[in-house]
């Protein structure tokens, strides 16, 4: 009786957290539309919150592919941290990734063979890439932007499959979990008290947690909260 019990609760689980993977399914296409928006990003110390940079997100959308641009700009850092994600329109299999900054630049190209470089500016290594996967994948850089385009709802739980390409941490496909899915309320100074989805999220490239509040209405992210390696960060998003 006990193996029994056993069984069950394994195949419940198995089915709750099914694996989230590029596919027409996988997301509501509704939610994907040209837009920009930037968040201020802040670091909490104690009950401190300070401005620490500003992250603006760019989607671009044509006949085929779905682009994501992000510009993160550090205070007191020269120079600013640029990626760019583009992805099948139909699917979000990714196509390639694209980022620069002061200390590391990077391109993948994506495909049965995953080819590019790393180019590690501080020791000045570059390293040129050939992977292969045995799965489908998101890539990493388009996941956050993806949590929007969830079919969320009260309980929502997957696990989605990523790629991500990091020679300090984890290189290969490696996985973000919706945990949960609650209804709440987001106060904004100019829209007023907003319905919003509360999405819980633990991804293996930080090992944290996120928090992401969501609009039910249009999808906009209204905050998310980052813990992390003992550090607690918090993105808003800028009204105009």
């Known amino acids: 009786m006990r193996y029994l019990l056993l069984a069950v609760c394994l195949c419940c689980f198995s089915k709750t957290f099914a694996q989230l993977k590029p596919s027409p399914e996988a997301f509501e296409k509704k939610w994907v539309k040209p837009e920009t928006y930037d ?46 994600s583009s992805s099948d329109r139909k699917t979000l299999t990714p196509i390639r990734h694209a980022s620069y900054n002061a200390q590391r630049d ?57 790629y991500d390409y990091n020679p300090s941490a984890k290189i290969g496909v490696i996985s973000a979990t919706v945990s949960g899915v609650s209804s709440g309320i987001y106060s904004s100074k100019r829209s007023g008290s907003r319905e919003v989805w509360v999405v819980d999220v633990n991804d293996e490239i930080s090992n944290g947690k996120s928090q992401y509040f969501i609009d039910k209405t249009n999808r906009k992210l209204w905050k998310q909260t980052i813990e992390a390696k003992g550090r607690t960060m918090i993105m808003v998003a800028i009204e105009e």
């Open 106 to 162: 990077m391109v993948l190209n994506f495909g049965q063979i995953i080819t590019g470089f790393y180019n590690d500016k501080k020791p000045g290594k570059n390293i040129l890439i050939h992977d292969t996967t045995q799965t489908s994948y998101f890539d990493s850089n388009m996941y956050p932007v993806l949590i929007r385009w969830l079919p969320l709802k009260e309980g929502f739980t997957t696990k989605i499959a990523i």
């Open 39 to 84: 968040m201020a990003w802040y670091a909490i110390r104690d009950t401190t919150k300070i401005e620490i940079g500003k992250v603006s997100t760019r989607i671009v959308e044509n006949k085929d592919q779905v682009v994501v641009i992000t510009i993160v700009e550090m205070k007191g850092m020269k120079g600013t941290w640029v990626d760019s």
